[in-house]
């Protein structure tokens, strides 16, 4: 789970997105320092925004980063302190780790769509990928579902042509990574990368 800190570009602020809501139907709700973001219509929580964020939590960067348990704790005590009795119980697990392609079987509906089982250390995700170099045996980026790429886009659990896929195998392109090749194609790791370890985006 990723939340965003840009002192510069927005303030002392660090936002807590849980899902995405239309802005006409925002409700916001303010305890203290902290204000909850919900949907008028359903009630739904969208996130969280904490301001003066800086004197609560030593913040380790800018820009998105991975909510961890240690500065889970910090955000805990705060909204006890507030009054906000919310439960925080979050999936801190990393969303993108590295796979490894155990089995990869043509699409049934799509000549171009691979339908691949993908190791990631403690499950086995079927993820219908379109790569063309995509292949038994390679250890592959795995964005989990979850997970929020660089580009903004959400992964979800999708069928494609039919096929379920839960996940996605990524490009260097798509991890925005300096140096990314043009052509199409995933990103294959070498063995120094170990099956289920967290992938730094």
Do not use: W
């Not at 899902?19 to 919900?38: F, L, M, P």
């Not at 919310?86 to 993108?96: E, H």
């Amino acid at each position: 789970m990723d939340v965003f800190y840009n002192k510069q570009g927005i303030g002392d602020v660090l936002m807590i997105p849980i899902k995405e809501g239309d802005r006409d139907t925002i409700k916001h709700e303010a305890y203290g320092d902290v204000v909850k973001i919900t949907d008028k219509t359903d009630g739904s929580l969208l996130g969280y925004n904490i301001f003066h964020a800086s004197k609560y939590f030593d913040l380790p960067g800018k820009g998105k980063m991975r909510l961890t348990k240690e500065m889970l704790e910090p955000i805990k005590e705060l909204f006890t302190q507030n009054q906000l009795n919310d439960v925080l119980d979050f999936d801190l697990s990393p969303k993108f780790v590295v796979g490894y392609v155990k089995e990869k079987e043509s699409h049934e509906n799509a000549d171009k769509l691979s339908v691949c089982q993908v190791d990631v250390g403690e499950e086995t995700l079927q993820i219908v990928c379109g790569a063309p170099n995509v292949d038994e045996g390679q250890k592959v980026v795995v964005a989990k579902v979850g997970a929020t790429m660089p580009s903004g886009m959400k992964i979800k659990d999708a069928k494609l042509r039919g096929v379920p896929s839960t996940g996605m195998i990524c490009s260097a392109k798509e991890l925005d990574l300096p140096d990314a090749p043009k052509e199409k194609g995933i990103l294959v790791l070498d063995d120094s990368y170990e099956v289920g370890q967290p992938f730094e985006v």
